[in-house]
T-cell receptor
Framework: GAGVSQSPSNKVTEKGKDVELRCDPISGHTALYWYRQSLGQGLEFLIYFQGNSAPDKSGLPSDRFSAERTGGSVSTLTIQRTQQEDSAVYLC??????????FGPGTRLTVL | AQSVTQPDIHITVSEGASLELRCNYSYGATPYLFWYVQSPGQGLQLLLKYFSGDTLVQGIKGFEAEFKRSQSSFNLRKPSVHWSDAAEYFCAVGSNTNAGKSTFGDGTTLTVKP
């Protein structure tokens, strides 16, 4: 079956512009995570959605970052007024509750 | 709150040598435990997982891990390392409670010497 997909695979933007990153989770997975991974670094947790519960936004680094998940499926991560330090690979993962996470290929964001 | 500690940031082993990567977790109930691998330029892949039952679990690529409740540990082992095992390894803890959220450790980078 289809895995987790993310788009775009690469995004180059200018400092100060807004970007939207999309994640299509595996069908039926109620949990969805967003992470950020800078070059050579570990996974930085950003946000967690589980079913209809309020999302866990505890990892969002600033109010420039937001995410939504529509209809319990597709999720969009939005970064407003991008900064150079936002450059990283943004990873999305989905799972059934408590179970292993399936990761997408990531979106590589470069802010010039 | 649940948390995971991987004490070793970087480990170097010779090809053919044995490997043990450490993982300690903090969680108030019986945890679900996972090990993932991220090879250079690749995505994250599940190596193995523990939910319940036999505390020694086998995974892909010849890896195994042992759950030790008394030590709050879930160390990853491999008897003979191959050059292709060079990668970043992440331990994670979760459950079907606490809203089901899983938490990752900071990872251990494995270098394999020829």
């Amino acid at each position: 079956g289809a895995g987790v997909s993310q788009s775009p695979s690469n995004k180059v933007t200018e400092k100060g512009k807004d970007v939207e990153l999309r994640c299509d989770p595996i069908s039926g997975h109620t949990a969805l995570y967003w992470y950020r991974q800078s070059l050579g670094q570990g996974l930085e947790f950003l946000i967690y959605f589980q079913g209809n519960s309020a999302p866990d936004k505890s990892g969002l680094p600033s109010d420039r970052f937001s995410a939504e998940r529509t209809g319990g499926s597709v999720s969009t991560l939005t970064i407003q007024r991008t900064q150079q330090e936002d450059s990283a690979v943004y990873l999305c993962a989905s799972s059934s509750i408590g179970n292993e996470q399936f990761f997408g290929p990531g979106t590589r964001l470069t802010v010039l | 709150a649940q948390s995971v500690t991987q004490p070793d940031i970087h480990i170097t082993v010779s090809e053919g040598a044995s490997l043990e990567l450490r993982c300690n977790y903090s969680y108030g109930a019986t945890p679900y435990l996972f090990w993932y691998v991220q090879s250079p330029g690749q995505g994250l892949q599940l190596l193995l997982k523990y939910f319940s039952g036999d505390t020694l679990v086998q995974g892909i690529k010849g890896f195994e891990a042992e759950f030790k409740r008394s030590q709050s540990s879930f160390n990853l082992r491999k008897p003979s390392v191959h050059w292709s095992d060079a990668a970043e390894y992440f331990c994670a803890v979760g459950s079907n409670t606490n809203a089901g959220k899983s938490t990752f450790g900071d990872g251990t980078t494995l270098t394999v010497k020829p």
